[in-house]
């Protein structure tokens, strides 16, 4: 078991901000997030964007307590682009997050950029290696060698971030289980203080799903659950505890920032295509850089899927979002949180979940998801949701 | 009125042995129609009926003929549907005649349909006059064919006339065999009107039409009709003859074969084979011969779009129109929604409905087992009919389970003969006799359940023979049989559509291969789920559901949760356009792939 940051014990209620960083040098292959190559003066825009857009947040007296800053790739500003981008999460009284994550591919990791960010006050830096095979590294469509991984490492290692993570992708087309197994070995040997290892998802629109699509390369959902499972015992055993279906921390390294959005608290996301849950309401901004700018320029944020945030929803997705976690979700309390939630049908759910293997229903109201469970979460989700017969309504 | 110079005859042949062509040599030779006139008129064929290997029925058509004597006669030829599911529509139609051409392929030699239909023939007291076709072709075996008449259908072969409709041999011949062999028309003085219905058609301008062959007395436009069967009166609204397009006449008089439309919305109103009299002058007694026809066949149909099943309804109806042994009924099942159970009188029948609704009506549909109709005596009460398996009574109820039986007429090359009868066998039939038709032929005369060649016999034997060998039937008598419900269930609940009634020596074998398809194709499940085989509380096979390996979303960061949480609601949505079996969801598809593979 992982010893769990407790939100509760503060006075002061968790708020997370998140900023997306929508540029990259090119697109990787299995990419589904919202980025495009910058052109022009697309930067400079972006950053009085996303000052014109923390002006229209209604803050009130609430400081954010963990940051994260995704993309995209963030490291892709240049180092007086990232200031001005930590003045925009500065702005207000407050002072530091406690946590602040900024996601950097190995080939942005600079002397210059690792300065600015320290002293901005970033702690946790996420680093995107995806492999340590040159293969497998171009097979994904990444522009970066190992050697490049290396050297950001040590840049990073040698700047004291106090959190340091990486991220790797398995079940990728080609890849056995001994190279997965020897990308693990080698990460293992690096010591990050965090690991997120990722199965190779194909999301539509992207070049690889359109590879799929032609059948040049092939699902293999046996192969995914195999790689799963071994990652888990690996890891497991290498001194990385999971917390979460593809996160893996030392002790004391958990990543708070998505504790707290899998734990139904609040975020505040700042940039294209980045979500919020604030103020009662949950909604994304759009996944565009103009129409974007166009909403902001009419004052206007976080309006596409917008939802507001009933017990139901908040309840049904506590237990989704939080069965997804190794601790699971502690029902009494979810129970006492949002008691008007139909509770009857969810915890009939759990019981059945829990007759069929899926899931410990511990004495103390614990829920965790077992091991085959975690395996199959997004259909326990739906069954859940199906309990809960909450389907967000569309705020016309 | 001179009945004298009047034939009524018809052709009877196994399909393909040339009755479209001899046909149309008749009408030409006899100048009924030209030449131009024919190829349209055949154009109009259904291709269908072409491919199952039924000629398509036409209209009856008036001929004059001058014979050799010297004098004119009237030859009215008449058309059946040429196939032993419709036998009964067949009889009737034989009945509206006094003698049959029975057409053989010098080529091919008797078959199967030729052998049903000659015993037809015999039964209605028709005069024969055997054609040995094709004698054009090089292949042509004319000693065979007359060998066979007399072996297999005690024909004497001397009678035979040789012929070819391709190349016009043999037509006047035929013609004055008509005439000269086949008597005049019979029970003409009969002391009151019998006119018998062996046709009706739906026309959409004139309401129903029947076509009619007055046995006695007189029909005109404006007499209060009587029809027999059920003494519903009518007034004849219009009287016709053939020539061969409908044409409207003053009356129908003794031995004439012609259409009578009547003040009657749907052909369900007048049942082929029925006797029309006079309301005020009626006859004592109906022509022999009628019978109630009721399906023998049934199964489920339903439309794979639930938003089709207005369209079927409305399909099922036209179809109805014309073909009143079809009955059906609105039902539903758990498996796959909103359908209707019909009732068919064979299973060409049945197939050919589903192809025309296909076809004509373009809706897809799905068919369940086919079931036949099973007499369930019970304890201490009267004994049910029973077409659905879903309606079986309580096992502890029945006393004996009797099931429909069919006498087959198998013809085959005798290579064959040991895979045949291995075949036949396992159908559970007896083989009562083997004929030898030829050096290289034998017809086999077999016993079997109807409920055991509805749904893949044929296909054996077809493939067993590679393509050479035909089989005919016909009803026979209902047995008693050893015969079980099994139910098919999954995750213990019962599967409305794959429930059916077997032998119990066959249930284990059966229960076991839809076990194992339909683990195959329901997808993985995250639950354990059992499918299981069960004749009552008695599991007798059982198989389990692929258990879903993975299915979990790599990555779920708040910018991600709106995505993955519209995601989740998609699903659910899904799941709920899914089959429910209890606890189960089951895509739509996976029923219907598992019918599909097994018809
Ligand atoms: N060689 C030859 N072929 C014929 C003759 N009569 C019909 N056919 C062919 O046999 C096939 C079936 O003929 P058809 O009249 O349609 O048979 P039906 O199914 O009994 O109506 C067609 O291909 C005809 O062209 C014939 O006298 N000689
Ligand atoms: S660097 Fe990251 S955000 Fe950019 S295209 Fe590649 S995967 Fe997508």
């Known amino acids: 078991m992982v010893e769990l940051p407790s939100g509760q014990a503060k006075a002061e209620p968790p708020l997370g901000v998140y900023f997306h960083v929508p540029f990259c040098a090119s697109t990787c292959d299995f990419c589904a997030f919202y980025q495009t190559v910058p052109k022009g003066n697309a930067v400079a825009r972006y950053l009085e964007g996303m000052e014109a857009e923390a002006s229209l947040v209604e803050w009130g007296a609430r400081r954010a307590t963990t940051a994260f800053w995704g993309g995209g790739t963030p490291g892709l500003l240049q180092p007086a682009q990232l200031l001005r981008l930590g003045a925009v999460m500065l702005a207000r009284d407050g002072g530091r997050p406690d946590e602040w994550t900024v996601e950097l591919a190995p080939a942005t990791v600079s002397p210059n950029r690792i300065a600015v960010l320290r002293e901005l006050g970033v702690t946790r830096v996420s680093m995107g290696v995806q492999s340590f095979q040159p293969a497998l590294l171009e097979a994904l469509g990444r522009r970066h060698t190992p050697a490049q991984i290396y050297r950001a490492y040590d840049l990073l290692r040698a700047a004291d971030f106090p959190s340091v993570n990486l991220d790797l992708i398995f079940a990728l087309p080609g890849q056995d289980e001994e190279a997965w197994r020897a990308d693990l070995a080698e990460a293992v040997r690096l010591r990050p203080d965090h690991l997120s290892t990722y199965c190779l998802t194909f999301e539509e629109d992207t070049a690889l799903w359109i590879k799929l699509s032609q059948g040049r390369v092939r699902l293999d959902v046996e192969k995914e659950a195999v790689f799963y499972e071994r990652t888990w015992d690996y890891l497991e055993a290498a001194g990385y505890a999971q917390y979460e279906i593809s996160n893996f921390a030392r002790s004391g390294h958990i990543c708070r920032h998505n504790l707290n959005t899998w734990r139904m608290e609040e975020w505040i996301g700042l940039g294209p295509s980045a979500a919020s849950q604030f103020g009662g309401w949950r909604g994304a901004n759009p996944p565009d850089l103009s129409l974007w700018h166009e909403q902001i320029a009419s004052g206007r944020r976080a309006q596409n899927d917008r939802v507001r945030l009933t017990p139901e929803l908040l309840a049904a997705d506590s237990i989704i979002f939080g069965l997804r976690m190794n601790a699971g979700v502690n029902v009494p309390a979810l129970q006492a949180c949002y008691p008007a939630a139909p509770w009857t049908e969810a915890v009939s759910c759990l019981r059945r979940l829990e007759d069929e293997g899926l899931l410990l229903l511990e004495s103390g109201g614990q829920a965790r998801l077992t091991k085959r469970g975690r395996l199959v979460a997004d259909a326990v989700g739906v069954e859940m949701l199906e309990a809960f017969a909450a389907t967000a309504r569309d705020i016309p | ?599």
């Open chain 2, 1 to 599: 009125m001179d009945t004298t110079l009047t034939r009524n005859f018809c052709i009877i042949a196994h399909v393909d042995h040339g009755k479209t062509t001899l046909s149309d040599r008749l009408l030409e030779y006899t100048h009924t129609v030209s030449q131009r006139e024919m190829t349209a008129q055949h154009l109009d064929a259904m291709d269908l009926e072409r491919e199952r290997g039924i000629t398509i029925k036409m209209h009856p058509v008036a001929m004059v003929y001058r014979a050799a004597d010297g004098k004119r006669y009237k030859l009215n030829l008449t058309d059946t549907p040429g196939h032993v599911d419709f036998s009964y529509e067949v009889s009737r139609s034989l009945a509206a005649c006094e003698g049959a051409l029975l057409l053989i392929d010098a080529a091919q030699g008797v078959e199967a349909q030729t052998v049903a239909n000659a015993h037809l023939a015999f039964a209605q007291g028709l005069k024969i006059i055997p054609v040995i076709n094709k004698i054009d072709l090089p292949s042509a075996n004319l000693e065979l064919c007359m060998r066979q008449l007399e072996d297999i259908l005690t024909i004497p072969a001397e009678e035979a006339i040789l012929a070819s409709g391709k190349s016009g041999i043999g037509i006047a011949e035929i013609l004055e065999a008509v005439v000269k062999r086949i008597p005049p028309p019979r029970w003409t003085d009969y002391p009151a009107t019998r006119v018998l219905v062996f046709d009706s058609k739906y026309d959409s301008y004139r309401g129903v039409i029947s076509y009619a062959r007055v046995f006695s007395g007189t029909i005109k436009a404006g007499d209060m009709i009587m029809l027999m069967s059920s003494g519903q009166k009518s007034e004849v609204k219009e009287v016709g003859a053939f020539h061969p397009a409908m044409a409207k006449g003053k009356e129908l008089g003794p031995g004439d074969v012609g259409y009578i439309v009547i003040n009657i919305k749907s052909t369900e109103d007048i049942k082929i084979g029925d006797t029309i009299t006079h309301a005020n002058r009626p006859a004592k007694e109906m022509l022999p011969g009628y019978k109630d026809v009721h399906p023998m066949v049934f199964c489920g149909l339903y439309p794979l779009e639930a938003s089709d099943y207005e369209k079927l309804k409305v399909a099922l109806g036209k179809l109805r129109l014309n073909d009143s042994a079809l009955v059906y009924q609105a039902e539903t099942s758990v498996a796959l929604g909103f359908g209707f159970r019909c009732g068919f009188l064979g299973l060409l029948h049945m197939e050919i409905v589903q192809e025309r609704i296909r076809r004509e009506y373009g809706i897809e549909i799905i068919s369940t087992y086919p079931s036949v109709v099973y007499r369930v005596k019970q304890h201490g009460a009267a004994s049910v009919e029973v077409d659905n398996p879903v309606n079986m009574p309580d096992p502890a109820t029945i006393e004996e389970i009797q099931e429909p039986t069919i006498r087959a007429s198998i013809h085959i090359p005798n290579t064959y003969l040991g895979d045949m009868l291995n075949l036949v066998m396992e159908k559970r039939g007896v083989c009562e006799h083997t004929d030898t038709l030829d050096a290289t032929r034998v017809m086999l005369t077999c016993l079997l359940p109807l409920n055991e060649i509805l749904v893949d016999f044929n296909d054996r034997l077809k493939s067993i023979t590679r393509g050479y060998g035909s089989m005919d039937y016909e009803l026979g008598d209902y047995r008693a049989s050893d015969l079980v419900k099994m139910d098919i269930l999954v995750n213990g609940d019962p599967v409305d559509a794959f429930a059916s009634i077997v032998h119990r020596s066959k249930a284990e074998t059966q229960g076991r291969a839809l076990c194992e398809k339909l683990a195959e194709i329901i997808p993985p499940q995250m639950f354990k789920i059992a499918v299981q085989a069960a004749i009552g509380a008695k599991v007798i096979a059982r198989d389990n559901v692929r258990e879903m390996r993975k299915d979990v979303t790599a990555k779920c960061y708040g910018g991600d949760i709106t995505r993955k949480r519209k995601l989740l609601d998609k699903q659910k949505e899904g799941k709920k356009k899914m089959k429910q079996i209890g606890r189960v969801s089951i895509p739509p598809d996976a029923f219907i792939q598992v019918l599909k593979t097994n018809h």
